[in-house]
C-alpha cells in the first residue's frame, strides 16, 4: 500500500516538473518578440494591442517595414507595420481549395501550364484579397486581386 502512495507521489513530482517547464517555455516564446532589441519597442507595443495572447512571435526586418510572424488559432499568420508602428495589414497562406471559384476557374482555364507555388490571402485597412505565384519551366508569374473578381498581374520574372 505505502508502495503505491509513493510511486504516486514521484508521478505527481513528474507533472509538476513538466507543467513547470512547458510554461516556462511558453512564457519565454510570449516574450521573446524583440529579436535582441532590432525591432522599435513602439511597433511591439502595437503588435501586443493588436493581437492578444499570441505567443512565439518572430520578427523580421525588410525594407522599410518589420513583420511578424506568430500562430492564432492554429494558423500561422503574418501581420506588417511601418517603421512608426503603423498597421500594414496581414496576410495568411492558404491551400488552392480555398480559393474563390471563380479565381480557381480563371486560374486553370488561363495558366494551364503552370503551377501553383505560393498563395495566400491579405487583408488591410482598406480591402483584403488573393496573391498567387504561378510558375512554369520559363517564367514565374504573381497575380493579385482585390476581393474575389479577377486577377491582376503583378509581376513577372523569366527564368534563366
Request: hydrophobic share 40%.
Amino acid at each position: 500500500m505505502q508502495h503505491s502512495f509513493i510511486i504516486k507521489i514521484y508521478a505527481m513530482k513528474k507533472r509538476i516538473i513538466l507543467l513547470s517547464l512547458s510554461f516556462i517555455s511558453l512564457f519565454t516564446a510570449s516574450y521573446a518578440k524583440n529579436d535582441n532589441g532590432k525591432i522599435p519597442e513602439a511597433v511591439t507595443a502595437q503588435f501586443s494591442h493588436d493581437f492578444s495572447l499570441i505567443g512565439n512571435v518572430r520578427w523580421e526586418k525588410i525594407d522599410f517595414y518589420y513583420k511578424a510572424s506568430f500562430v492564432q488559432q492554429g494558423i500561422t499568420l503574418f501581420a506588417f507595420y511601418t517603421e512608426d508602428a503603423d498597421y500594414m495589414g496581414s496576410a495568411n497562406y492558404i491551400l488552392s481549395n480555398r480559393l474563390p471559384v471563380s479565381l480557381a476557374f480563371s486560374i486553370k482555364k488561363n495558366y494551364a501550364g503552370y503551377w501553383i507555388t505560393d498563395l495566400f490571402t491579405y487583408s488591410n485597412k482598406d480591402r483584403s484579397g488573393y496573391v498567387v505565384t504561378l510558375e512554369n519551366a520559363d517564367q514565374e508569374i504573381m497575380l493579385k486581386t482585390d476581393g474575389n473578381q479577377h486577377w491582376c498581374l503583378y509581376k513577372s520574372v523569366k527564368k534563366s
